[in-house]
């Protein structure tokens, strides 16, 4: 059947699920993606937004990377707007004093003799893994107790991402894990198992699913994932193809903005692993290239997967206690999992 072609123009869209005063979950704790990698050479400053706010991201000269607050001490000008990186220092563009990796003032502006009362520059904890920058989103007296693994083989090519900008939270984002009943009807996929109950290990939940795919001209294929998230703000997926020696590596990291606003990226790699053997060496070169170009084509059906998510999470209200029903999956189990990541109290 040839599908009709819906013009939206003039047309009245559903209202967002929240007007972001009355969600139902507040900003959760944990590690969240700003930016990659790649985005943040040397000399580089950017601003990114996080839960109602700003952060600045920057790199030094020699590649240490830092995440700050946004506002200088000394009289509060944006670091974000005409600040440059000078050496190991930012340098805010309002008097020029210069603030060091920990935040301490290296240098006074121009016509300044001695140092401003109360001008520490805030520090925010930051990581930089599987190719991209994460911070620390808390209690400003809260630390981190715990990190992201690198969790990528140095073999893989480079990670691509994609990403988008949905009225919904990373507590739902990651629900659509563990929500298998939907798989089979939004996705269409004939069938889908938990392999095993879902294993909770602190601040990680990894769950091991049974997929099959119908792809045409081929048919029907089975998948093995391995889904393992850490916090609320990333996901890591490996999907194993052992026959052929292929792993494709899928990074989902969701990202609060404002309330029920979230920036979600979605990252694929993959991994062509070259067979022992004589050949070993000479093969290296063309199956990396290999794994580049298949690269390309794993990321646009990857993110075209998740984007039959998209229009139910931009949309959808959060219902606690959740109405489970035969065939749903643990919903009730993660989300028991997933309140230790609002330290200021039960969210719902």
């Given at each position: ?87 190991e ?60 693994p ?28 563990v ?65 052929v ?12 903005v ?43 059906a ?41 330290p ?5």
């Amino acid at each position: 059947m040839q599908k009709r072609h819906v013009d939206l123009v003039g047309q009245e869209l559903p209202r967002p699920a929240y007007s972001g005063i009355d969600a139902p979950l507040p900003y959760p704790t944990g590690w969240f993606m700003l930016a990659t990698s790649k985005e943040i050479p040397p000399g580089t400053v950017a601003t990114r937004h996080l839960m109602g706010g700003d952060v600045v991201v920057y790199r030094t000269s020699s590649g240490r990377l830092r995440v700050v607050r946004p506002n200088c001490p000394h009289l509060g000008a944006h670091l974000g707007c005409g600040s440059w990186v000078e050496g190991e220092n930012i340098v805010c563009p309002f008097h020029q004093f210069a603030f060091d990796p920990d935040g301490q003032v290296a240098q006074v502006g121009p016509g300044y003799s001695g140092q401003p009362v109360q001008s520490t520059l805030g520090v925010v904890p930051s990581q930089e893994v599987n190719g991209a920058v994460f911070a620390w989103s808390g209690p400003r007296t809260d630390q981190p107790h715990w990190r992201i693994p690198q969790m990528l083989d140095p073999r893989s090519s480079p990670m691509r991402f994609r990403s988008v900008a949905l009225d919904t939270h990373p507590q739902e984002v990651f629900e659509n894990i563990v929500d298998v009943g939907h798989l089979f009807a939004l996705h269409k996929l004939p069938h889908a198992e938990l392999l095993r109950p879902p294993v909770a290990d602190e601040h990680s939940y990894t769950i091991d699913l049974r997929l099959s795919r119908r792809i045409p001209a081929i048919g029907t294929i089975g998948q093995n994932m391995k889904l393992t998230m850490f916090g609320l703000g990333f996901l890591h997926v490996e999907l194993r193809a052992p026959k052929v020696g292929m792993t494709l590596t899928s990074l989902v990291a969701p990202r609060p903005v404002a309330p029920w606003r979230t920036y979600v990226q979605i990252g694929t790699s993959v991994l062509l692993a070259p067979p022992d053997g004589p050949l070993h060496h000479t093969l290296k070169p063309a199956l990396a290239a290999a794994a580049r170009a298949v690269t390309h084509v794993g990321e646009r059906a990857v993110f075209a997967a998740f984007a039959a998510d998209f229009p139910v999470w931009h949309r959808k209200r959060y219902l606690s206690p959740p109405r489970i029903a035969k065939g749903d999956g643990p919903i009730g189990a993660y989300r028991q999992w997933a309140h230790q990541f609002y330290p200021q109290g039960d969210p719902a």
